[in-house]
């Protein structure tokens, strides 16, 4: 079986991080006999960088603690320098710090490392399409922050007032459902749409909004008071 995102038939491309050999070896082999593409693999930080650039994973599964540069630093470093990139942390920690930095980092998801092979598999799928991926009970923590983070002043931008760009009835729907915490395949349900209509309003959305991510996007619709509609 090969896994798929969206209508693509190519395997999912992932990579796997952490500093324990057996269980980075396990998680890379289970990955590969359920038919996604492991392209690399990396036991320390700035091995990660480099290799991630190098391999250019769909989707990193991220052990926090690693040596030489910690997991949060290499996620930041990796989305920066590719955007597209999926991040799921994988860690041992479930300590709400942990959690939100990883978050903030620019990761998709969080998994704790008590997760079967099944969840997994199903994370790393989800998290491949954008959808955030979280150990139940960690959600609405990280939803909590985004509202915290909303109702913080957001960082100045340039002057020259540009005016707010235009969204769709539709795509003000989508976000707003975002906003509410839902998953990209509940949003689906809700409007009876597909997926992948919802996965093209989300970038379209970013587009118009010049953000980079979903941690920017729901914290966009919060401040505008989307996720109370």
Known sequence: MTE???????????????????????VARDLAESGFEVVATAGDGDQAVRRAKAAAPDVL???????????VQVCKEVVAANPALRVLVLSASGEHADV?????SGATGYLLKSASTGELQDAVRRTAVGDPVFTPGLAGLVLGEYRRLASEPAPA?????????RLTDRETEVLRLVAKGLSYKQIAERLVIS?????NHVQNTLGKLQLHNRVELVRYAIERGLDDE
Do not use: Y
């Open 61 to 71: 599964v991220l052990d926090l603690n690693l040596p030489g540069k910690p997991g």
């Open 195 to 199: 997926h992948r209509t919802v996965q």
């Open 157 to 165: 931008q340039d002057t020259g007032e540009p005016k707010a760009p």
């Open 4 to 26: 798929t995102t969206g209508d693509r038939q190519d395997p999912i491309k992932v990579m796997v991080v952490d500093d324990h050999p057996m269980w980075r070896d396990a």
């Open 100 to 104: 939100l930095e990883a978050v903030k």
